[in-house]
């Protein structure tokens, strides 16, 4: 069966009963909440995928954010800016609900900087063009979106709930994102030219956001009968592609795969192989920015050290005063 | 009127934008979580009144020009804001006093602003005071425990009080447009302004047991189109594409 061989905390078998029970409520639909009884696994998946989205979002900030000063018009400018401030809040809400699992902000943020934690690949790639705000919005956001729709039903209560809230505010990225790249596209050649180099550096990237091919996916089949995992890495990946394809078309775009097309007896795009090196790579922390991004972190993290200290002595000589 | 009226929606606009840009800075670099999400709400609201305000002055201006125009196409002699504004984000506590000098300055102004002779001044001053409100807590609050917790943060929110004193007088100073608009009741008098502010800034200063310092260049010239060398790369920045790319829809 399925959860032979699951280990609790102390590595001694979990109790039959118990697994038994607890796989028949998710079966069930029943939401996990964080006082109910969980195998030892279920917890250590759960924080691991939910910080590594929490961290995702955090980390996520930095690429767009390079753009706040530089945005092109007062418009564009709030928006990009309650966009990357969305991000922070999407951190906060991720955090808090991993907290439910027994483990601290300060902790993920130890493990995020040590590089411990992983985080989204794609935040590893340069924003050298203000058209990367675009494709980053379209394109990053989307795939988000196909991520975390499924999870607002995830079996863990708290992770669910947060989902909701962020999945409202993610289409709302993505369509900014969008309203971008249909400007730049009607514009001059020059924002044309834009355009284009931006969604031919972020295509494969956002392609490599949906993980390793099923084949190669370590986690699948154990989180999907957990229900915090409901769709297969490819098949949402196949579903964005399909959802993609036409909008890059209607934006006179090309997408940068010449084995792209139409499948007619699929009912689906067939698309070219992803280059695994360049994810696995990537993952490992040689992508373009990698070091960039975790050095960001780390200044703001020393940088605000004395601030926090600050906050906590205050309130603590509040407590004593009262 | 009009000339004048542009002149000082101008000063108010480009005070807006020059602090939300520095506090934009910040967005991704907070000191933790909830505070990178406060500076940025400040920022949001401020820009957001810029907006407004250069919309205003867009429209009553005799030039063909839009609110974008007037942020992104103006150079370093036309705008109007104070150097307090324009001076780099520094440290937290840089930060901190720098936005609590402009949200004592702003709370009283806009209250005043609400009154204002010029309806369409009075509609964006009450929705800006409400805002402002809530920054002020903020700030003040940021002020006390920087002051009134570790010696390191007390010794670096002195640190930017000694830089930052003297560039708070530029926030009262007028020139012959402005004193205009004081006698038609557009604007509140600074000079009574400037009263309020200071004590209510002493009061501060006092209960945080910062010492206040003797002397220091007295910053001025804003209002003149005279600034600090730091706007000028504010400005480079912040137009980048709109003078990279002349003429686009964005
Ligand atoms: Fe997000
Ligand atoms: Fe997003």
Known sequence: ????????????????????????????????????????????????????????????????????????????????LAKVQDEAGHGLYIYSATETLGIT????????????????????????SWADMGAIGWLVDGAAIMNQVPLCRASYGPYARSMIRICKEESFHQRQG?????????????????????LNRFWWPALMMFGPSDKDSKHSVQSMQWKIKRFSNDDLRQKFVDVTVPQAEHLGLTIPDEDLKWNEERGHYDFGEIDWDEFINVIKGNGPCNKERLRARQKAHDEGEWVRKAAEVYQQNQRDAA | MNKALEHYLLRL?????????RLAEWCGHGPFLEE???????????????????EQAAEISDRDVSADDLAFLRDVDAFKNPLLTELPRGDFAYTTLKQYFLDQFNVLLYAALKDSQYEPLAEIATKALKETRYHITRSRDWCLRL????????????AALDDLYFYTPELFETDDD????????????????KEHWQGQVDELLNECQLQVPKSGWVATGGLRGEHSEHLGYMLDDMQFLQRAYPGCEW
Do not use: C
Not at chain 1, 187 to 196: E, F, L, P, R, T
């Open chain 2, 36 to 54: 990178d999400i406060a500076l940025t709400n400040v920022a949001l609201d401020l820009l957001g009144h810029a907006k407004l305000l250069y």
């Open chain 2, 13 to 21: 606009a480009d005070t807006a934008l020059t602090q939300s840009q």
């Open chain 2, 147 to 158: 002051s009134l917790s570790t010696d390191e943060a007390k010794q670096k929110i002195q």
């Open chain 2, 178 to 193: 402005l004193n205009q608009l004081i006698a038609e009741s557009i604007m509140p008098d600074l000079s009574v302004l």
């Open chain 1, 1 to 80: 069966m399925y959860s032979q061989g699951l280990q609790d905390a102390k590595g001694g078998p979990e109790p039959e009963g118990l697994l038994k029970a607890f796989q028949k409520r998710i079966d069930n639909e029943e939401k996990i909440e964080p006082r109910d009884w969980m195998p030892e696994a279920y917890r250590k998946t759960l924080i691991r995928q939910m910080s590594q989205h929490a961290h995702s979002e955090i980390v996520g900030q930095l690429p767009e954010g390079n753009w706040i000063t530089r945005a092109p018009t007062l418009k564009r400018k709030m928006i990009l």
């Open chain 1, 105 to 128: 902000r300060e902790e993920m943020t130890r493990q995020l900087l040590s590089g411990e934690a992983k985080y989204s690949s794609i935040f590893n790639y340069p924003t050298p």
């Open chain 1, 178 to 198: 969008y309203d971008i790249m249909t400007t730049l596209a009607r514009g001059s050649n020059a924002q044309k030219k834009m355009a284009q180099d931006a």
